[in-house]
């Protein structure tokens, strides 16, 4: 018995004794450049959402994608259609923030380009970095561009029904 206890301790301390060595490790630091690290990650997954958009990597998030371009075109192209037909009518609702009270067609395109950027990109990194186990997390990256997509085909509809009727000098319309 004592010879497996003398064993047992001379192979405790020889294996203590490597596992005592000192290996420097890096000292942890603040990353000085946390803004540059998030810029490049967005600017990465904007050139991985380009590139998958145009390759038809992802058929589901591309054709939402196309859809949503397509919603937004068509409310825009309606809104200016009646801001072409009455000269005193106004935009109206969250929109009228963002492009102003009698906007130009510069204005929607530049207001269009961001809006579907964001959300397009936004629900490419959710699709592709998402926990896919969860049942769940499968319809949840849709969410940012269904519900643009609900928005502007309930406004493009809403445009297209407006009977406006002005008066002979096209000033007063109902």
Same mark, same amino acid.
């Given at each position: ?18 596992? *005592? ?15 540059? /690290? ?16 145009? $390759?038809? @990597? ?9 859809? *949503? ?10 809104? #200016?259609?009646?801001?072409h037909r009455c000269p005193t ?23 269009? #380009? ?9 629900? @490419?990194? #959710?699709?592709? @970095? ?5 049942? &769940?997390?499968? &319809?949840?990256? /849709?969410?940012?561009? $269904?519900?643009?997509? &609900? ?6 509809? @809403?445009?297209?029904? #407006? ?8 000033l007063n319309c109902f």
């Amino acid at each position: 018995m004592r010879k497996i206890s003398l064993m047992a301790a001379i192979f405790l301390a020889t294996s203590s004794v490597g596992a *005592q060595e000192f290996v420097r490790s890096q000292p942890a630091r603040r990353d000085s450049n946390a803004f540059g /690290a998030i810029a490049g990650g967005l600017v990465t997954e904007t050139g991985a959402a380009a590139r998958d958009l145009v $390759t038809w @990597h992802d058929p589901k998030w591309t054709f939402l994608t196309i859809a *949503q371009i397509g919603a937004a075109t068509a409310d825009a192209e309606t809104s #200016l259609h009646n801001f072409h037909r009455c000269p005193t009518c106004v935009e109206k609702g969250i929109a009228r923030l963002v492009v102003g009270r009698r906007p130009d067609a510069h204005k929607y395109i530049v207001a269009g #380009l961001i809006e579907i950027s964001v959300e397009a990109v936004t629900a @490419h990194y #959710l699709r592709n @970095h998402g926990p896919i186990r969860k049942w &769940y997390w499968r &319809y949840l990256w /849709a969410v940012p561009q $269904t519900f643009s997509l &609900y928005e502007h085909t309930r406004a493009d509809f @809403h445009n297209a029904g #407006l009977q406006l009727r002005c008066d002979s000098a096209g000033l007063n319309c109902f």
